[in-house]
């Protein structure tokens, strides 16, 4: 793979193809820091590798990224050979330079590449995942609600988790009986591209039942199709073949679905905890989407991404080797002080966070936005696209107002049960960063 | 169409990072070699490998392995704010490590080393001196860490009255190794120091040098160029801390050893000096100063079925090599009369005349151990000069908690804490 990335042009997601770098020969010397040690890696003062493994960590992160933010803005991080990029405008320049670094698929996590195509990008696919979403959005949410106790709830479980499985049951068409199952499934196989061996094997044995359970259902489709998206996935006309159960269960694995859960759970989780911010935002759907936004800033649900240097290349006084892993922190971002004001205070009509969907750069009308990963990326076409639909940021943003307005309407009063402590914390390092018990009181109109 | 899957014992990688690791590997290192001999550890975003034929063949194959992280013969500097300050640890698979290589590498085997045993033998006399009268020794304070420093400060030429200082220096220095926080205050004002200590000396025998050590260093020319003066500052840190380190903790370990794992043999070794030189292999085998070696794929290399990709991050666990039972016959059993072991001197190429195979602890091939030879001897003579002088010896403490490696936040080799010892003057 590396020879090929070094001679070959490099083709970036944008379309913008690189010419290949010369490679650097001659006595010149470059003038900045290259370390590589023996059995240790180099040393700061104020903060060791293990903090950034450990339980306070999972826990609360932001103390921490901090101390990475303001004086390590490139962390050399030995014990888990990779780079910690913290400052906003470094982790958006790589978020944006396909030219350089990568992503990896979540095949790639589980080893098995050639498993199926990701078909997410075509377009009949990204139509019947519009149309489904916004068909099904409020009843959805409705109807989590209507199983809720006339007086109180769990809004992390019973709602937050629940919804986005939910609703992609819906988008793929599944048969309501089988949604509890592929629920687990889904969960499972996601959890999978974790680091931890148990959780991966898992992982991979429900990926493997997750296609036996597509294949009927797509054969279903292809007979008498409907207006879901494994209809619209059976249907395409692909250049090397008809769409396979394997590429129906790598496209829904690599979307990340489950991610609306952590921003649903954390946006209530904030707006309940913050009682003048949950006056502010219930007041008017505008400032609901705003506090949707400022959740995404403040307590974002994925911490970090990560990204592969394509080829050695400097960047942030380092020379990053060819295949060093960058881990890009939101959580450290998203409190820069140097773009945001107060940075740590959750202030929903925020006046320097961007309200429009960033494009490109992660600013629009001069201002930052949150950068949050696994939410739908924001669009690189136009606000609103003819021969396509709007972006998946776009559609998430608007399905967790409309979610969360449903919630308002239906359950009056509603507040946090007296004396609970809600937090937010991942269950596993590298996970979701989320709330999990959230427990609210109310009174549910019917 | 799903199949079960067997992973074998499930290995949780942040064992890696726990103390129980750090004190007892070794059960780990057996459940890697039998079902995970190229561990993907996630975790770490690295591969680890732990059976000895596949450590020796991942040193052994300089085209697939680096040892450095960029590219091998970029034009970089390096290591200007390293601990130790720019110094030969620094360079991967190049030429420029060949070369640096090749100017000190002569200097520490042969007859230059043999040039030097007098002054081991004078060296161990005095250490001894100052215990003798005592009836009892702390091992690695009073002992093991003051013989290799004052060796290799002696080799350097440095000012004998200031030995003790050195000996602070080099163990802040290697503490300073770590992952942070206050051992690397310690670390670079340590260097700071000893760096404003040898500046004068490096200017003058770079204009009149002698037959010291350091002399040969200053004065040597690498593509008719010298060494910077900051250069040589980053040399002699690492000669003071890597060939003074590891071969204190060498010492200490061969005693422990003795002292509690095989009581019977110390009786060996006291009977036949000789011995202390299968002692130090044996002990380089079963329980060795460095575990961990890393390197860097520079193309995709598969290994039992694993795919590491190109600039992958590989680990290479001498101390699980070593105990491999597909080489060694009862790994687990400390013994300096083991038969299955290439007990003389060991070669970079690992592989010696009698046929068998020799301990991984000096690592094999380009990044072979270049004090490999001097560590031997300094165990070797101190030892044995230390054991003319004292009789009846015997563990002061029945109970030792045992060698252990440093918590990852400091830097540091395996060695007891401690290590108390009761004799009678011979």
Known sequence: ?446 | MSEAVDIGPNIDPRIFDSEEFQRDPFPIYKALRDYHPCFHDRFHNRWVISRYWDVDGVFQDNESFDRGVYEPDGPYEFGTNHVFGPNILEYGNSNEHRRLRNIVAGQFVGQKLNDFMPMIDQISAEVIDRFIDQGEVEMTTQFSSQVPIRVISNMLGLPREDEDTFVEWYQLLIAGLGFGGEHMARGIQARNDMWDYIDPMIRERSKNPGEDLLSRICVAEIDGNRMSVEEVKGFVALLLAAGGDTTDKAIANMWYHLLYTRPDQLQDVIETPELWDDCFTEMMRFDPVVHAQFRRTTREVVIHDEVIPARGGVVLYLGAGNRDERVFKDPDTFDIRREDLHMGRENRSGRYKDGKPGHLGFGIGQHFCMGYAMARQESAISCARLMERIKNVRPKFADHPGISSPSIDSGGFRSPQELWMEFDPA
């Open chain 1, 1 to 446: 793979m590396a020879s090929a990335t070094i001679n070959a042009p490099v083709a970036g997601r944008n379309g913008v193809v690189i010419a290949q770098r010369p490679k650097t020969t001659g006595p010149g010397y470059r003038t900045y820091e290259i370390h590589q040690r023996e059995r240790v890696g180099e040393s700061t003062e104020k903060i060791k590798p293990t903090q950034l493994i450990s339980p306070a960590y999972r826990r609360d992160p932001y103390p921490l990224v901090e101390v990475l933010r303001e004086n390590y803005p490139c962390f050399r991080d030995w014990a888990s050979n990779c780079y910690w990029v913290t400052q906003y405008d470094d982790v958006t320049s790589i978020y944006a330079d396909d030219a350089n670094f990568e992503s990896r698929s979540k095949l790639w996590y589980y080893g098995i590449e050639d498993f199926g195509r990701d078909l997410r990008d075509e377009i009949p696919v990204l139509e019947a995942q519009a149309r489904r979403i916004d068909g099904f959005a409020e009843s959805v949410a409705n109807d989590l609600v209507d199983q809720f106790d006339a007086h109180s709830a769990n809004l992390a479980t019973e709602f937050a988790a629940r919804y986005p499985l939910e609703l992609l049951a819906k988008v793929l068409g599944l048969p309501a009986d089988d949604v509890g199952e592929f629920a687990g499934r889904y969960w499972r196989a996601q959890r999978g591209t974790s680091w931890e061996p148990t959780l991966q094997v898992d992982g991979r044995r429900a990926l493997d039942e997750l296609v036996d359970y597509f294949e009927a259902l797509l054969q279903a489709r292809r007979s008498s199709p409907g207006d879901d998206m494994i209809s619209a996935i059976a249907g395409l006309e692909l250049a090397d073949g008809p769409a396979t159960a394997r590429d129906l269960a790598v496209t829904v694995l690599e979307g990340d679905h489950q991610t609306l859960h952590g921003a649903l759970a954390n946006m209530w989780f904030l707006l309940l905890t913050h009682h003048d911010e949950f006056t502010k935002a219930t007041s008017e759907r505008r400032l609901l989407k705003l506090a949707y936004l400022e959740t995404l800033r403040h307590s974002t649900p994925v911490l970090s991404a990560q990204r592969f240097a394509r080829h050695e290349v400097e960047r942030f006084g380092r020379l990053i080797p060819e295949g060093g892993l960058m881990i890009c922190s939101a959580a450290a971002a998203n409190r820069d002080p140097r773009i945001f004001d107060d940075p740590d205070s959750f202030v929903v009509d925020r006046k320097d966070l961007c309200q429009r969907e960033p494009r490109g750069m992660y600013r629009a009308d001069g201002l930052a936005s949150g950068v949050t990963f696994g939410l739908g990326k924001p669009s690189k076409h136009p606000a609103v696209p003819e021969d396509r639909p709007r972006s998946l940021y776009a559609i998430t943003r608007d399905t967790a107002v409309t979610a969360s307005s449903v919630l308002l309407e239906r359950l009056e009063g509603l507040k946090l049960e007296p004396g609970a402590t809600p937090y937010l914390t991942s269950l596993l390092l590298g996970e979701m960063h989320t709330c999990w018990k959230l427990p609210v009181h109310f009174n549910k109109r019917s």
